[in-house]
């Protein structure tokens, strides 16, 4: 006979199941819909490595909210993902609810935008960071819910006080994980051609931006790191053309 779903009141107005793999998800969905009427909120901690119980949450209608880290849990420490419904969440039977429970668990992925500015000898604008020691085109992370076209103009405002409009898309540049970062998708807008003398209006935002200056493409292989330099090579010989794709520059 199995045991029933375990019911923890963690906090008021906050259940925390548990289960075996022995119950069903309509067992632990049936717990979900009972213990709402009587709570708020009803939550479960799952171990990442147990994916039968990751998709027992989902089914049940529980919303993936992120990852607790180092939690103490079946006596041992360690990192557990939180599964939740709310009492307020819309029926999973209905079309929004279906979709926000969808939305919580469908991978994401980081986008990045950045703006390719030339000068009248086809140099490239490149700035030195004050986070890193290579240098790198002007833009930065798009916004949750922000267009990436008007998130590489903020960047560009928010850190050389520059107002362009953003250009066609030159380049889509997948760049893999690296160095404790995801992935993420870089998107290369054409800024245009400004005159040589356009450094002299531009504002560093200083604590991101050490400095700024036009570069040939040699410079650019000197000063960026190498996969930087291949993407912005890879901009370079778009311009004019329609939209490229390219991972880490190649």
């Not at 039968?52 to 939690?71: D, L």
């Not at 008007?150 to 405002?157: I, N, Y």
Request: hydrophobic content about 40%.
């Amino acid at each position: 006979m199995t045991d029933p779903i375990s019911v923890t009141i963690v906090a008021p107005g906050v259940a925390r199941l548990a289960w075996t793999p022995d119950h069903t998800v309509d067992e632990v969905r049936r717990e979900v819909a009972s213990a709402l009427l009587a709570h708020s909120r009803v939550e479960v901690l799952v171990d990442p490595e147990d994916q039968s119980a990751q998709r027992t949450a989902t089914w049940s209608g529980m919303h993936r909210e992120g990852v607790r880290r180092g939690v103490e849990a079946d006596g041992r420490s360690g990192d557990r993902i939180v599964y939740a419904r709310l009492a307020t969440d819309q029926p999973v039977g209905e079309p929004g609810g279906f979709r926000a429970l969808l939305n919580s668990f469908l991978p994401r992925k980081r986008a990045i935008s950045q703006m390719l500015i030339r000068d009248e000898s086809d140099r490239v604008l490149l700035c030195q960071l004050t986070y890193k020691s290579d240098w790198d085109l002007p833009g930065g992370v798009v916004e949750v819910g922000e267009s990436p076209q008007v998130a590489v103009c903020r960047e560009v405002e928010e850190e050389l006080s520059l107002d362009l409009p953003a250009g066609p898309l030159l380049l889509t540049d997948w760049l893999p994980p690296w160095g404790g970062w995801d992935d993420a998708l870089c998107l290369v807008f054409d800024g245009g051609v400004l005159p040589a003398d356009a450094l002299a209006r531009v504002v560093r935002q200083e604590r991101e931006i050490a400095a700024v200056r036009f570069c040939t493409v040699e410079e650019v292989r000197a000063r960026a790191a190498d996969f930087t330099a291949r993407r912005v090579e890879a901009a370079l010989a778009n311009l004019g053309g329609g939209p490229a794709y390219t991972e880490s520059g190649r």
